[in-house]
């Protein structure tokens, strides 16, 4: 079975012993899943720090990031780095807050996935949002599906390594992982979702989001006009998005 999966990250800041990790570690080994931990970034790490670009923030987010969520996208970014360290075409990238659903079916669908005839750059795994379908290809008994523009929900998702190379491509970051996705055009990606959703996230029951408190507290501070500013940036991205759409549409290979 091994031959058919993508090499496989679970991005953790958790301790050796903690609840992430055992919830992680149990579903992957029941599924005799190989896989390795990648040590998530923290806020006050210097490549958390330097990786943040607060100016192109100002020009090109709704508002200023919290430390969490870029130490968030810094983990990703590990995760994907140790991903290209290898020779795998395809990596699979979990969260550890993560849980399988259907988890005597992910297997096949995994590889049902890498097999159909469907270009991408990211195949997302989670959608938080129920969003219309615009476009899709059946796969065994789910669906490569296009919903127009990505929705937010990084929980897992499969990787190619175009794919990764683009995010990496980025010297600083300036948006949250999920928004930055929305932005596909920037960085030339084609960003497709699984329906339904094959795993699903799980934190309110591994003691809480890492990243909800401190992201409350930025947009607590935030003055009216950054409100204003989220308008025009939504506007924005909705022109930019008709512009570029049928560029990173689905596609058959």
Known sequence: ?????????????????????????????????????????????????????????????????????????????????????????TALILEDDFRLLEPEAFAARIAALQQAPVEWDILKLFDFQDRPVVD??????????????????????????RGAESFLSRATVYRQIDED??????????????????????????????????RNEVKLRRHWTVSVKALGQTALRQINYRRHRKHYSLKLK
């Open 1 to 89: 079975m091994t031959s058919s999966l993508p090499v496989t990250f679970v991005v953790t800041v958790d301790a050796e012993a903690g609840p992430r990790r055992k919830s992680a570690n149990a579903q992957l080994s029941a599924l005799s899943w190989p896989f390795a931990f990648v040590e998530g970034l923290t806020p006050q790490c210097a490549e958390t720090i330097q990786l943040y670009d607060a100016r192109q923030n100002r020009r090109h987010s709704k508002r200023p990031l919290a430390p969490a969520e870029v130490a968030a996208y810094a983990s990703h970014r590990k995760a994907m780095r140790a991903f290209l360290d290898t020779d795998a075409p």
């Open 136 to 161: 899709s290809v059946a796969v065994a008994d789910i669906a490569i599906v296009s919903h127009g523009s990505p929705t937010a929900g990084m929980v897992g998702y499969l990787i190619t390594r």
């Open 181 to 214: 996705i929305k932005f596909f055009w920037e960085l030339k990606l084609r960003v497709l979702s699984v329906k339904p959703n094959l795993v699903t996230d799980v934190s309110a029951e591994l003691g809480g989001s890492l990243i909800e408190a401190d």
